[in-house]
């Protein structure tokens, strides 16, 4: 990621995403910073496809690695790219005055997670004027297009002190 001390978490993000994007191993290069910074996050290797305020799409390959007894997409791997996607739509959107921080999450698995999976999520970026709590959706699909689990991830975005 972008090492400027003045920009945003946000603008660090999409200073990055913009450099690397369209590069050869672009995008991958930019999954791996993003796997690097939040550990956990990487243990999925998710791929990032379009970042910008208020929308991410990310990638999963099926991998043994992320599967489960039931050779689906196991649970948690599921939550953590719904998690990954959500705050890259959120935190791509916050001034450098803003801090956010995830507090609660849910996640609705609708059917089994077989396959390639692709994520989304779309939102508005809100003016925080004082701790706001604000919950955004992640969609996950097969390859198929079929909605395999919709997350809720709640983020507190407050103003620095």
Not at 60 to 67: A, G, H, T, Y
Not at 92 to 121: F, H, P, V, W
Request: proline share 2%; net charge positive; glycine share 8%.
């Amino acid at each position: 990621m972008s090492t400027n001390s003045n920009e945003s978490p946000g603008e660090k993000i999409l200073a990055t995403w913009k450099k690397l994007k369209d590069k050869p191993f672009g995008k991958k290069l930019f999954s791996r910073g993003v796997g690097k910074l939040a550990a956990y996050t990487g243990t999925i290797k998710a791929l990032v496809t379009n970042v910008k305020p208020g929308h991410c799409q990310t990638f999963l390959k099926e991998r043994r690695q992320n599967k489960n007894h039931l050779k689906s997409i196991h649970a948690v791997a599921l939550i953590n790219l719904g998690e990954m996607t959500s705050g890259l739509a959120v935190l791509a959107g916050m001034s450098n005055q803003i801090r956010g921080i995830l507090t609660k999450m849910e996640m609705q698995y609708i059917k089994k997670a077989k396959g390639d999976l692709t994520a989304e999520c779309i939102c508005e970026i809100p003016e925080v004027q004082e701790n706001l709590e604000y919950d955004v959706q992640t969609t996950i699909k097969d390859s198929s297009g079929e909605v395999v689990a919709v997350g809720t991830f709640y983020w507190l975005l407050s103003r620095k002190l």
